[in-house]
């Protein structure tokens, strides 16, 4: 499959990324999609530019997979959440 056929998504984090997940339906059989595989994209300085999400049927008979990719937000910095909610 190549890159302009996967579906693409500017995010502003991974919950949003779930969110779409969760609406997302197979395109053959119109079944619910489950997250398989997930692979960050990193960028060249180390940091998570984004994630490459492969999706699985969840109608056996199917087993459509699709892949999708997800892009953050430049600034994007998953710890900085997690420092703000052990503060608290």
Request: with cysteine; glycine share 6%; charged share 25%.
């Amino acid at each position: 499959m190549s890159h302009s056929n996967k579906p693409i998504f500017r995010v502003s984090g991974i919950a949003e990324e779930y969110a779409i997940i969760r609406r997302m339906l197979c395109p053959t059989c119109e079944s619910q999609l489950k997250p398989e595989r997930q692979t960050a994209i990193a960028k060249s300085d180390g940091g998570v530019k984004g994630d490459r999400i492969v999706l699985r049927c969840t109608n056996n008979a199917c087993g459509n997979q699709i892949e999708v990719l997800f892009y953050l937000p430049e600034d994007y910095d998953p710890l900085a959440k997690w420092s703000e909610i052990k503060k608290t």
